[in-house]
């Protein structure tokens, strides 16, 4: 089993100058305090603060508070729906059903999540697959190693994967869905769930607001895309997200802001 940095350590002041840097993300003991105690999620949250820049170390955490309220959500319709008066139909929730509906176990939820943008790393740069993909092969090889159960590792990997997929992933529902749904809602393209279906409710994710800071995630999350694409063009397909972030920076090559397909 591999092992990585301890989280607790080098722990800078976030939103700091330096916060640029892989490695320097600060994890305060109040967030650590939400991330489920299984050593899988503490090795998973060492290797993600080893190798991921702070900006998307702290998006990758809120995607995961993101997603535990959407299960929750997710839950609430679906005893609603069967203690309703009428069985459901496939107009109700979405106007369809899902056609997939595992929901992941707390701590495998948080692998997925806070490693779902770890194929960005320039460790993976050399990997002619997809960050998306790097990453969820990442995760599953983590999951595997700690005996967690084949489907949940597949259900891990499916939502790591299909995470940049409009319109797939959000009909496969379950862990797929609630993970492409936090990362839309951290994005502002999706409304967030309410305050009340994620532990510790508006309170902590006021406090959370001030410990993981945005800084500039799209900026850093565009750019680690898009620097793995110009050194293997096989990382952004043309349909793709990625090839979405090649294109335009290939159109306008000194555009210094958030990339413009961002």
Known sequence: MCHYPDPDTNHPEPGGATDAGTGTGTITAAVRALMPSHPVCAEALALAKATLPPSILYHSFRVFLYAQGFLRIFDDDAANAANADHPSTEHDSD??????????????????????????????????????????????????????????????????????SPGIAERLGGTVRAVRLAVRADFGSYPPPPPVSIPGGAEMMSTIRWKLPRLEIEKDLGDAVVRQALLDRIKAPAASWPGDLLRAKMADPGWEGVNQGF
Do not use: K, S
């Open 95 to 164: 106007h369809h059903r899902d056609a997939y509906t595992f929901r992941a176990p707390p701590h495998v939820l948080f692998v997925a999540c806070i490693l779902h943008d770890v194929g960005t790393a320039p460790q993976h740069d050399a990997v002619p697959e997809r960050f998306e993909v790097v990453g969820a092969d990442v995760a599953a090889r983590l999951l595997r190693a700690h005996d967690v159960p084949d489907p949940a590792v597949r259900d891990v990997w499916l939502a790591m994967a299909l995470h940049t």
